[in-house]
């Protein structure tokens, strides 16, 4: 029985870890190299991301910088960047690519808390679903025969820590987040 609570463990981790890189991708207004991560560029015909053609750092607040390390490819970077729906508009001098992050406005803001409660609720939902998996084996189990009806209870108690936990990593995760977005 212990593989079962393992499984969903581990299970739910990866949702929590899963949502943590999501969010990590959403603007707050600073500038940060994880707003590039999920940028493909075209590499000799080839997807590859951003941070395995160039150097991507943090100039200052409000600028990242990418160095390319063959700049033959500055304008497929300009271009993927461009393209990602990030509303980044890349400056290039011929060696680098300079990159502006503009101040997000209230609105903007706002929409941005919508969107990381969005995703949040749905890795919730992962989450649950796991949860859910864990359960139905449990009772097939019992159903089975192959363990009491006063262990499933047991097992079923676990599981439901194990999910209220995680749930509560998601919400701490989302405050935090919504603090750093509305920060100003």
């Known amino acids: 029985m212990n593989q079962h609570i393992n499984d969903a463990t581990s299970r739910m981790d990866k949702s929590v870890e899963a949502f943590r890189t999501e969010i990590a991708k959403i603007r ?4 940060t190299t994880a707003l590039l991560d999920g940028i493909k560029v075209d590499y000799y015909g080839s997807a590859t991301p951003l941070s395995q053609v160039g150097n991507v750092s943090v100039l200052d607040a409000h600028s990242l910088s990418i160095t390319p390390w063959d700049r ?11 393209k990602s729906d990030l509303g980044l508009n890349p400056q290039n001098d011929g060696t680098n690519i300079r990159i502006p992050i503009p101040p997000l406005t209230e609105e903007r803001r706002r929409d941005l808390v919508k969107l990381v409660k969005k ?5 919730k939902v992962a ?15 019992e159903k089975n025969k192959e363990i009491s009806e006063d262990s499933l209870r047991d097992f079923e108690l676990q599981v439901q820590k194990l999910t209220d936990g995680h749930i509560v990593k998601i919400d701490e995760l989302i405050k935090h987040k919504e603090v750093e977005i509305m920060e100003v």
């Open 127 to 141: 989450i649950r679903n796991v949860r859910r998996d864990v359960n139905d084996h449990l009772k097939k189990q």
């Open 72 to 82: 033959s490819i500055i304008g497929e970077i300009e271009r993927a960047i461009l």
């Open 119 to 123: 995703i949040g609720e749905d890795a």
């Open 28 to 31: 707050t207004g600073k500038a």
